[in-house]
């Protein structure tokens, strides 16, 4: 028979045991998916959507900068309408062309339209918290 060093097989002592090697098995797993880039952690993911919504909220932001001088000018509402539904377009697809991984501060840009190069650039994201202040815990004597 062979020794099991003094301890009953099927046990508590052996069953723990199992447990930890189990659980180190699953441990050098997760390590190995992360060296494969296979695996992300929580913090990568807030990371790059925090970018992401940065950057829709840029976009977003610069159509009125872009569209007020256009529409100022413009007498039909199916007009304006139009204009804002091109401008509105125009930042969709540059947002679908959007990669947080090679430039996270701005979306690539298409060519510039006739009449553009006299308006102002879009302001760039202000990277504040937003909401209420959270209440400082006050010491007590």
Do not use: F, H
Request: charged content about 25%; overall charge negative.
């Amino acid at each position: 028979m062979a020794s099991t060093g003094g301890v009953k097989l099927g046990s508590t002592y052996d069953q723990v045991r199992t447990q930890k090697m189990a659980a180190e098995a699953q441990i050098a797993e997760i390590e190995l998916a992360k060296v494969r880039g296979e695996l992300v952690t929580a913090e990568e993911v807030v990371t790059a959507w925090i970018d992401v919504v940065g950057a829709v909220k840029a976009k977003l932001l610069s159509i009125p900068t872009k569209a007020a001088p256009i529409l100022a000018n413009e007498e039909s509402a199916g007009g304006c309408q139009i204009i804002l539904e091109d401008l509105i377009n125009e930042a969709l697809e540059e947002l679908a062309n959007y990669d947080p991984e090679t430039n996270p501060t701005s979306t690539s840009s298409g060519s510039l339209e006739e009449g553009d190069d006299d308006l102002p650039p879009s302001a760039a994201p202000k990277r504040k918290p937003v909401g209420r202040p959270r209440k400082t815990a006050r010491l007590t004597k």
